[in-house]
Structures are given as C-alpha cells and as structure tokens.
Nanobody, 113 residues
Framework: VQLVESGGGLVQPGGSLRLSCAASGFTFRTYRMSWYRQAPGKEREFVATISSTGGSTNYADSVKGRFTISRDNAKNTVTLQMNGLTPEDTAVYYC???????WGQGTQVTVSS
C-alpha cells in the first residue's frame, strides 16, 4: 500500500486549498478512504471519510460545511477540498485506508496571515 499526499502549503485565513492523495498497491475502488490531520502538540484527528463508491461521506464537526472529500476510482485518487480555512486548520494532513491502517507521509497545511 502506498499513499502520497500533495497540495499543502501556506494560505491566508479564509482561503482554500485542494489536497490530493494518490493511492497504489491495492484495489483502490473497493476500500473506504479517510483524511486525518495532526496539529503541533496534538493527537491525530479524524477529518473526513468517503465510502468505496463515493456515495457516502462523513465529516468532523469542525470542518463540516467547509471541507469536501471526493474520489476518482479511475485515477486512484482521493481529494480534500478545503474552503474557509482558519488558523485552527493548520496541521499535517494524512490520507489513510482505515482497514489497512496505512498512512501517507502527510502534507503540511499552514493557515496564517
């Protein structure tokens, strides 16, 4: 299982970023995918999840209405569109295959003016 996140960066409060996770080494279309994040000095926390078909999604309360998770089973990618970013969203963002417990290397998101 290999997961490679990209798309992080520095953004001003209120801005947007689009994170992507490229997956390989397993049958991507058959597995639920999730995004987690870890802020400095804090534990890793759940952000969003999407079912294998993309028909079902769920979000942490802290990001609901601002973030959107999606997937492209033809391209083996899962995406996290993040709008209305605040400094509290600053963290390293990871994608994961929950059933495998596999993690990517993460991508840093910094929200600051």
């Amino acid at each position: 299982v290999q997961l490679v996140e990209s798309g992080g960066g520095l953004v001003q409060p209120g801005g947007s970023l689009r994170l992507s996770c490229a997956a390989s080494g397993f049958t991507f279309r058959t597995y639920r995918m999730s995004w987690y994040r870890q802020a400095p000095g804090k534990e890793r926390e759940f952000v969003a999840t999407i079912s294998s078909t993309g028909g079902s999604t769920n979000y942490a309360d802290s990001v609901k209405g601002r973030f959107t998770i999606s997937r492209d089973n033809a391209k083996n990618t899962v995406t996290l569109q993040m709008n209305g970013l605040t400094p509290e969203d600053t963290a390293v963002y990871y994608c994961t295959v929950p059933v495998f417990g596999s993690w990517g290397q993460g991508t840093q998101v910094t929200v600051s003016s």
